[in-house]
């Protein structure tokens, strides 16, 4: 079967799926589904880009989120006008020194010349520097931090539309992995995998405890959306009108009651809302996959997969293989910043917390493994299954040991344990389904179509 056919079918089974799970439990949770499959799509391809078309381990997939939702966060939040009066002042004097301290010893490092001498002056610059960087720091987050805790206690945003977070996001992301390159991409493929899962624990642990720049553990809720809310929606007359055009009359062709039309407009209200993220995200996910693919069919990309399965030869050839690869890093981490940032406005919260590896590097791997790196579609495709299945693992089996507990009696052990391990499938099924993907489709369900030549 052609990759073609093969990628039909894939989509058509997950629409039949949603549309399953659309029926028999309700449409806003298909469509929740939906929106997060989507999300999923944008963070796998910017994974494929790393691994399927340059072959980089990046183990650090989860800072390029968490730095895209921090953006998220900064660009659409609110300033916090008290917080910036009795802290911005050392904030900007943290930035100046930090800013002279650099610049005093590069020029130390310039004009002396090399030997103990210098190493002794360098070293007094640096910890000059230090001193006045962490003074003030110190008198800014204490100051930050102090202005009504409970609410607020950070310096908040620029107050612009969430929207323009999405591509603020992703220069983000890519600024990041530029630095993250330049000290970690010389390094050998396992090592820099190691430098970039580290990197990215060090990045959730300053948005936990950074208080003044993220609220930390405490998160920021009340986040701006590019759609309408719910609540603004059941009291518009066009919606009203809308939904009772839709639902029309009782089954006995009497008029719906109050109540019911109060249901209606609710789960209406909430179906809207979540149609409306899906267009947002759907073109975000065209947009990205057709900018990928036709960078995979152009000669660079031809010459990315060519560094890809032979660096030796590719370098042979003129091709810097570091500079390659830190420009394939960079464009990958951006989109997933993207990602980062939509997931963020779908939350319409920050929660650093919810920053882990098994959901934000762990099953983005098993995205593009199970798709089939190395294919934008593949890639596409596994990010459905895999959310799906996280997703729909748990009530699945929580009816399916309510099933069988109806044959068993109240006091069998069998039944409390049955009970006890149905939350905990999905991470069964996620495992199964990665073994069997391995075993009998090793380049996944959509492989990649080799190019007829480099």
């Known amino acids: 079967m052609s990759n073609n056919r093969r990628a039909v079918l894939s989509f058509s089974v997950m629409g039949l799926m949603l549309v399953i799970v ?30 399927g078309y340059a072959g980089l381990f990046n183990a650090g997939v989860m800072a390029s989120t968490a730095i895209g939702g921090l953006t998220a966060m900064l660009i659409s939040y609110a300033p916090v006008s008290r917080a910036w009066s009795v802290g911005g002042t050392n904030v900007f004097a943290t930035l100046l020194s930090l800013l002279l301290t650099v610049a ?34 110190e008198q800014a987050t204490s100051a930050i931090e102090a202005v009504d805790p409970a609410k607020t206690g950070f310096l908040g945003g620029l107050g612009l539309p969430i929207i323009v977070s999405w591509l603020a996001g992703g220069l983000a992301a890519a600024a990041l992995a530029w630095l993250i390159g330049r ?37 920021v809720t009340g986040l701006s959306r590019p759609v309408p809310y719910e ?21 006995d062709g009497s008029a719906l009651s109050a109540d019911m039309m109060r249901e209606a407009m609710q789960l209406s209200a909430g179906v809207f809302v979540k149609l409306c993220y899906t267009v947002l995200f759907l073109a ?3 947009i990205i996959l057709g ?27 003129g091709k810097d293989v570091t500079s390659r690869h830190r420009q394939v890093f960079i464009i990958g981490s951006a989109v997933i910043g ?3 940032a939509m997931l963020t406005t779908l939350d319409g919260q920050f929660t650093p917390g919810s920053y882990i590896p098994l959901r934000f590097t762990f099953l983005i791997w098993v995205m593009v493994i199970i798709g089939g790196s190395g294919n934008n579609l593949g890639a596409i495709i596994g990010a459905f299954i895999t959310w799906f299945v996280w997703i729909e693992a748990e009530p699945s089996a929580l009816w399916l040991v309510s099933q069988i507990n109806v044959f068993l009696e109240e006091s069998n052990p069998l039944r409390q344990h049955l009970q006890e391990v149905a939350p905990h499938m999905r991470m069964v099924l996620m495992g199964l389904i990665l ?6 489709k090793p380049k996944g369900i959509l492989p990649e179509e080799a190019p007829d030549h480099y």
């Open 231 to 251: 609540v603004d929606l059941q009291q518009s007359e066009w919606f009203s009108k809308l939904v009772q055009w839709i639902y029309g009359s009782a089954e």
């Open 104 to 137: 005093a010893a590069m020029l130390v490092w310039k004009k002396m010349a090399k030997g103990k001498k210098r190493s002794w002056s360098m070293s007094a610059v640096i910890m000059t520097g230090y001193l006045f960087m962490r003074f003030f720091y």
């Open 291 to 317: 900018f990928a693919t036709r960078a995979l069919n152009s000669p660079w990309g031809r010459m990315m997969r060519a560094i890809r399965d032979n660096e030796t030869a590719a370098a042979a050839m």
């Open 22 to 51: 659309g029926f028999g439990q309700s449409w806003n949770v298909a469509l929740a589904i939906l929106n997060l499959c989507l999300i999923s799509a944008v963070m796998s391809m910017g994974l494929n880009m790393q691994w």
């Open 284 to 286: 975000v996910v065209l």
């Open 435 to 440: 073994v069997l993907v391995l075993r009998f």
């Open 183 to 219: 000290i970690a991409l010389g390094l050998r493929s396992d090592y820099f995998a190691i430098a970039t899962l580290g990197i990215s624990e060090i990045m959730i642990s300053i948005l936990k405890n950074e208080d003044w720049l993220s609220r930390g553990v405490k998160n």
């Open 338 to 340: 993207i990602s980062g």
